[in-house]
């Protein structure tokens, strides 16, 4: 089985985004692009380790068209992007989270709504109403995400998991979607926003050692800055 393993490189130089992305492309692959978890991790332990305390550009940057995307990022059981829907109905345009209903038909919500919701992976029990973005954070701090439902099965066993509800008649999943887009034109859907953001400051993410945490900037901003290469393993054989 062959994998890829990301290395991120912190190359503490000021420049715009646009002048971090021709350097990271010249000299590595591209801006850091970060797809999951795992990534994520791996991507701290770098930017700790080097003692850098100065806010950085990563590779991502809001433009183009939007897309429904899962909250966990790229797996190994699908990608990010939400190609498998059960909408009830067409998408509002104005809203940008998406809910289950009990019948197991997804419409699009307003993200600031409250909805109980439940973590994938974690206890199968409804938690508590809470807003798209607070049920994100609940289940992050418990090493888990919301739940991302990738095909019919997964969608009826979802569904079950939830049952009725005299109260709440749809419930919170993982789908949401953005405009941001990666620098290396991934379908990694992981973000990683701080709980104010974005908030329009401009149309470029870079990251926050002291909050730990992304935020938007103006593109000219001149910051140091994140690079990557993504090598591969060589196929592993697995027992028989």
């Excluded at 992976?121 to 994100?136: F, V």
């Amino acid at each position: 089985m062959a994998a890829t393993i990301i290395f991120y490189y912190l190359v503490n130089k000021d420049k715009s985004w646009d002048e971090a992305q021709r350097y990271c492309r010249e000299t590595y692959m591209d801006l850091a692009t970060i797809g999951n978890r795992d990534d994520l991790k791996r991507f701290m332990d770098i930017a700790e380790a080097s003692g850098v305390s100065r806010e950085a550009w990563i590779g991502m940057r809001e433009g183009g068209a939007a897309s429904w995307m899962w909250s966990e990022g790229e797996t190994q059981t699908g990608p990010g992007l939400a190609v498998y829907t059960n909408w009830a109905r067409v998408p509002d345009p104005s809203h940008h989270c998406g809910s289950m209903r009990e019948d197991g038909k997804w419409i699009s919500t307003l993200c600031e709504t409250t909805l109980p919701f439940i973590c994938h992976e974690g206890k199968m029990a409804l938690i508590p109403p809470k807003s798209w973005r607070q049920a994100q954070k609940h289940c992050r701090l418990r090493a888990v995400d919301l739940p991302s439902v990738r095909s019919h099965i997964e969608n009826q066993a979802l569904k079950k998991m939830f049952g009725k509800n005299g109260k709440f008649s749809s419930f919170w999943i993982g789908l949401f979607r953005d405009e941001w887009k990666w620098s290396d034109q991934s379908d990694s859907s992981f973000r990683y926003w701080d709980d104010s953001q974005p908030n329009h400051d401009g149309l470029c993410a870079l990251f926050s050692i002291s909050h730990r945490t992304w935020y938007d900037r103006g593109c000219s901003t001149r910051l140091p800055f994140y690079c990557y290469i993504g090598e591969k393993e060589e196929d592993i054989k697995l027992p028989i």
